[in-house]
Structures are given as structure tokens and as C-alpha cells.
């Protein structure tokens, strides 16, 4: 009995069912919309952070900026329980919101090392380019850092709607205290 017609029908089956596990998981883990996106009012890259601090002084509004690598399953998990959130997408409304990926290149690396980064995904709530005020997330502990008086002051709560919109209201005063204090002084603040 001649195998050879046998083998080549099994491995070309394999060959195809590999292709086609591999199409799979590109599209579900890579195609798939599972990020934010600009009709949600998201800005994109550091050309939008610009963007966004210029229509934050325009508009009064904070930003709200968002750092993440490309593929950082944290980040997915982030986007799809909290900032995709119907009820927190509501909240973040009434922020100028921008996402910049940090390790496209050399130039979005420095950009992101402004902010001294320990863990990925990152978020900060700030209203001019000089005070940026962190949420620190801590994603592999699901903890989230609410501040009390100043940014030194606080506690790591858990990760929860409630929480999250706790440290984003305290942040967002701290940001905008730190921002105002320079406009009325003409001081930096260190």
C-alpha cells in the first residue's frame, strides 16, 4: 500500500488547520476592536496630546492621558473593563482624553519617560504640560492609588468602578490646584 498520497493529504490538512489557528488568533487578539477609539472622543499619539493640552486650555476641561505598550494585556483588560465602561465612559467626557502607545519608537520612549513610568498601563489627569498628576494603577495587584491633600497622601484602594472614579475626581483637583497655583504665582511648581 502506497502512503505517500495519505501523508501529503495529512499534512496539507495540518498545514491549512495551522493556517487557519493562526488567522484566528490574529484577529481576535490583534484586529478586534477591543481598544479605545476616536468616536469615543479619544485623541491618539503625541500629536494628540499636544492637541489635547491646547483644547484643555481652550475648553477648561482636563486631560486625561492614557499610556500603554502595544501588546500589553493589562491594557486590553483596562480598556475593556473600566475605559470602555458605559458608565465611566460618561465620566470621562468631560475629559480630553488621549492614548499614546509607548513603544512604537525611540521618539514616543522619551516622550514616555517624561513620566517616569513603573508599570504599564499608565494614566494621568493634567491641565497644562507641567503637572502631571498619576492615577498609579497597579493592574497586577487590581489597586489603584486615591490621594487625599496632595499626591504624597492617600491609599491604594482596590480596582473598581468606584474606586477608579475616586482616584480620577481626587486626581483631577490635585492637577488643576498644582496648574492654577503656577498661573498665579508664575512659579513651577518642583
Not at 7 to 22: D, N
Request: with cysteine; aromatic share 12%.
Amino acid at each position: 500500500m502506497n502512503l505517500a498520497p495519505i501523508k501529503k493529504t495529512f499534512f496539507s490538512l495540518l498545514l491549512i488547520g495551522l493556517g487557519v489557528g493562526a488567522l484566528s488568533y490574529i484577529f481576535i487578539y490583534h484586529v478586534k476592536d477591543r481598544g479605545v477609539s476616536a468616536k469615543d472622543g479619544w485623541l491618539f499619539d503625541i500629536d494628540g496630546y499636544y492637541s489635547a493640552i491646547r483644547e484643555s486650555k481652550l475648553s477648561q476641561r482636563p486631560v486625561f492621558l492614557y499610556l500603554r505598550r502595544k501588546a500589553c494585556q493589562r491594557c486590553l483588560a483596562f480598556e475593556q473593563y473600566y475605559l470602555n465602561n458605559p458608565e465611566l465612559k460618561r465620566v470621562l467626557a468631560n475629559y480630553v482624553k488621549v492614548q499614546i502607545l509607548t513603544d512604537t519608537d525611540r521618539r514616543h520612549r522619551l516622550f514616555a519617560e517624561r513620566f517616569k513610568l513603573n508599570t504599564y498601563p499608565s494614566a494621568f489627569i493634567l491641565f497644562d504640560d507641567n503637572h502631571p498628576v498619576s492615577l498609579y494603577l497597579v493592574l497586577a495587584m487590581q489597586q489603584i492609588w486615591v490621594a487625599q491633600d496632595n499626591i504624597n497622601s492617600g491609599n491604594f484602594m482596590p480596582l473598581s468602578e468606584a474606586s477608579f472614579r475616586l482616584s480620577l475626581s481626587h486626581a483631577t483637583i490635585l492637577a488643576q490646584e498644582a496648574a492654577l497655583r503656577e498661573t498665579s504665582t508664575g512659579d513651577s511648581i518642583p
